[in-house]
């Protein structure tokens, strides 16, 4: 069996920024000047590659949230431990 090291600040740290930058997502240009089957396609494609945009961003904070709340369960779960631990000694 192995031994899970993690180091909490570090990761709630790490998790802290994943959220940051999932908050706050680039803008994407949407507006193309011009008529055609250019124009129409590429408008196409900034408006496909902002809704991508915006699903990883998405994805990113609830990682993050998910992160955060892992990194402090395990803490508490190691305090309780900790707790219970003392009271045997």
């Known amino acids: 069996m192995s031994t899970l090291r993690l180091d909490p600040a ?33 408008l196409d494609a900034l408006l496909n590659l902002d809704t991508q945009t915006r699903r990883v961003h998405d994805r990113a904070r609830v990682l993050g949230e998910r992160s955060h709340r892992a990194v402090t369960d395990l803490e508490d779960a190691d305090h309780l431990l900790a707790a219970d631990l003392g009271r045997l000694a």
């Open 10 to 42: 570090h990761a709630r740290l790490l998790s802290s920024e994943l959220l940051d930058a999932a908050v706050h997502p680039p803008a994407t240009p949407v507006t193309v000047s011009g008529e055609g089957r250019f124009a129409a396609a590429l």
